[in-house]
């Protein structure tokens, strides 16, 4: 497909781009920043990318405004279109912009070693995740010992009440902010464990609370058990987890509290480097 296939002059874009605000926008926002918004929070929550008519069709968006905004997206790196079924995926590029820092030092740095003695001490996959959003971001991530492992990537984007280190952070977020990021979530069950009741998920991060780390009985996927910490500033907020990832036959459930106290080990040496 050619571009004059779907691009009309463009004196009718302007026209069109000025007469499809979405509804519920005010007057006084940028119709065509909003669109793009939504076209990369779409994006984000479609793991397995969409094409341009799935964007068309998800957001009410015309066809030639969604090529115009992917066209561009793509061409500054922002986004990448898979030859194999034409789907666009989000690249790294909004996360690389947005790193996360505190005191003007990197949360990768200062936790990288804290990670490596997690990982000896307890031989499985540790993973470093924060918040971006309405999810979960891997920001660094150490592979465990064994032969079979349990390992992710860096830049991957999950649900926060279906793992354990987005509980570390949901539980530690003030009250308001939390109902503000319920309000924009709908939980859901990827497993028959997981947490899809907004009732149960609070009576959940209220007992992490409770304890100091928090847990993920393969509610995420099915034979995986998560177990982990939250990492907090100087203002005693949840900048980040440190989790440990294993196979539930190598990490029981008999096991959470001793592993949970290694991880509050760990996020306690994050938090020393990132603070001192």
């Not at 308001?176 to 009576?203: I, N, Q, Y």
Request: hydrophobic share 40%; aromatic share 6%.
């Amino acid at each position: 497909m050619s571009r004059s296939d779907i691009e009309p002059t463009e004196a009718a874009v302007e026209g069109r781009m000025d007469s499809e605000e979405p509804s519920g926008i005010a007057k006084s926002l940028s119709p065509s920043t909003d669109r793009t918004m939504a076209i990369l929070e779409a994006l984000s929550d479609s793991a397995g990318g969409l094409s341009l008519s799935e964007l068309v069709r998800a957001l009410g968006i015309s066809q030639n405004s969604v090529y115009r905004i992917t066209d561009t997206l793509h061409a500054r790196g922002y986004l990448q279109r898979r030859e194999s079924d034409k789907r666009y995926v989000l690249t790294n590029r909004l996360f690389d912009l947005g790193r996360p820092r505190v005191n003007e030092k990197s949360l990768v740095v200062c936790a990288l070693e804290a990670l490596k003695v997690l990982r000896d001490d307890t031989g499985e996959t540790v993973q470093l995740v924060v918040r971006s959003g309405r999810k979960g971001v891997v920001l660094e991530q150490v592979s465990g010992l064994h032969p079979v492992q349990v390992t992710g990537e860096v830049g991957y984007r999950v649900p926060l009440y279906s793992c354990a280190p987005g509980k570390a952070i949901l539980a530690y977020l003030g009250p308001e902010e939390l109902d503000e990021w319920l309000g924009m979530v709908k939980l859901k069950a990827f497993t028959g464990s997981t947490l899809s009741d907004e009732g149960a998920l609070r009576s959940e991060l209220a007992g992490v609370r409770e304890v100091g780390y928090a847990v993920d009985r393969a509610e995420g996927l099915e034979g995986i058990h998560c177990v982990a910490a939250p990492v907090f500033d100087a203002y005693e907020y949840p900048v980040a987890a440190v989790t440990v990832m294993a196979p539930l036959f190598r990490l029981p459930e008999n096991e959470f509290e001793g592993v949970g106290r290694k991880c509050e080990a760990a996020a306690r040496l994050v938090q020393e480097r990132l603070l001192a």
